[in-house]
């Protein structure tokens, strides 16, 4: 068996099942870093899942790689990846928001619904980060528009004011979140 952390090759410990070889990797593991990959022959294995890694047996042959991050590298890495979806996000809002002035409404309202989940998504993952590293938000742009015309967009959508929708998203939101892809 081959066991590769952070690139280097050491020795594996005897295991039955990919939880024993994981729970016997903790010497070469660094504690002050995160374990934020783990793969089996390539493919990819959730180590948090403890049940799973249980029923994992091992023939003695696999190759296993697991990769590791400090803590600043881990946030740094996520908000990286957040804000290159916040530029995709924004693309789906303009798509909505003519949808919602062309008069496609149920359209527009379906990628409205789709952008704001994923917005959603991303905010709250940020809010976790922060815990990690608290320098702030991470999309300060994003999270001003949103606490700036929430409650007017929000009220349009119940009214089915779709044209003040459409403006406030263009106006406001969209450029908020290109703002902070950038």
């Known amino acids: 068996m081959r066991v590769v952390v952070d690139g280097s090759t050491v020795a594996a410990p005897v295991a039955a099942t990919l939880g024993e070889l994981f729970g016997g990797m903790s010497p070469h593991l660094d504690p002050a870093r995160l374990v934020t990959g783990l793969s089996v ?3 990819a294995v959730d180590p948090t ?3 799973a890694l249980a029923r994992w047996r091992l023939s003695g042959g696999e190759s296993v790689e697991i990769l590791t991050e400090t803590v600043i590298d881990f946030v740094q890495s996520r908000r990286r990846e957040a804000a290159q979806q916040l530029a995709r996000i924004a693309d789906w809002l303009t798509l909505a928001a003519k949808g919602l002035r062309d ?3 149920k359209d527009g309202n379906t990628v409205l619904a789709a952008a704001t989940r994923e917005l959603s998504v991303i905010l709250q993952l940020d809010g976790h980060l922060m815990q990690l590293d608290p320098r702030g938000p991470s999309f ?3 999270v001003d ?3 700036r015309i929430g409650d007017r967009l929000n009220a349009a959508e119940q009214d089915r004011r779709w044209s003040e929708v459409a403006s406030l998203l263009d106006a406001d939101l ?3 979140l290109r703002a902070d892809a950038a």
């Open 41 to 43: 022959d390539g493919a």
């Open 140 to 142: 300060p742009s994003v």
């Open 49 to 51: 899942d403890g049940g």
């Open 174 to 176: 969209v450029p908020a």
């Open 145 to 147: 528009a949103i606490e």
């Open 103 to 105: 008069g496609s409404t």
